[in-house]
């Protein structure tokens, strides 16, 4: 309850002081080769996401219907770039993260991302 009400706030905020859009080396010395967790700001999807230092990314969908798909990324000036094998066709998407509270991302594709230690 506390998580979701906290996510509401995030959503709902205008940017503030604390939170900005990361920066080329920030997504990288923060967000790869690190675990994600990640789910739709409306809550109803979710999964794991792993972007490897070489390019090559990983993603599962874990609700509504399990899924696995594997793709590349980029980085493309500040913005992360996927492309996965089966999900959105295979069309590339560039997104900006911005850091929010709790140690949470959101992303202006409509995700939030937490990191998680591996195996957690």
Same mark, same amino acid.
């Given at each position: 309850?506390?998580?979701?009400? +906290? +996510?509401?706030?995030?959503?709902?905020?205008?940017?503030?002081?604390?939170?900005?859009?990361?920066?080329?080396?920030?997504?990288?010395?923060?967000? $790869?080769?690190?675990?994600?967790?990640?789910?739709?700001?409306?809550?109803?999807?979710?999964?794991?996401?792993?972007?490897?230092?070489?390019?090559?990314?990983?993603?599962? $969908?874990?609700?509504?219907?399990?899924?696995?798909?594997?793709?590349?990324?980029?980085?493309?000036?500040?913005?992360?770039?996927?492309?996965?094998?089966?999900?959105?066709?295979?069309?590339?998407?560039?997104?900006?993260?911005?850091?929010?509270?709790?140690?949470?991302? $959101?992303?202006?594709?409509?995700? $939030?991302?937490?990191?998680?230690?591996?195996?957690?």
């Amino acid at each position: 309850m506390l998580r979701h009400l +906290l +996510l509401c706030v995030l959503i709902a905020l205008p940017a503030a002081a604390s939170a900005s859009d990361l920066t080329h080396g920030q997504i990288e010395d923060e967000l $790869v080769g690190r675990q994600i967790a990640w789910w739709e700001a409306e809550g109803w999807r979710h999964g794991h996401l792993f972007l490897l230092p070489n390019g090559a990314a990983e993603m599962t $969908v874990e609700r509504p219907r399990p899924q696995h798909d594997v793709g590349r990324w980029s980085l493309r000036g500040d913005q992360v770039c996927t492309r996965w094998g089966e999900a959105r066709s295979g069309l590339e998407k560039c997104y900006r993260i911005r850091r929010g509270e709790e140690g949470l991302f $959101v992303t202006t594709g409509g995700n $939030v991302f937490e990191i998680r230690e591996l195996g957690v």
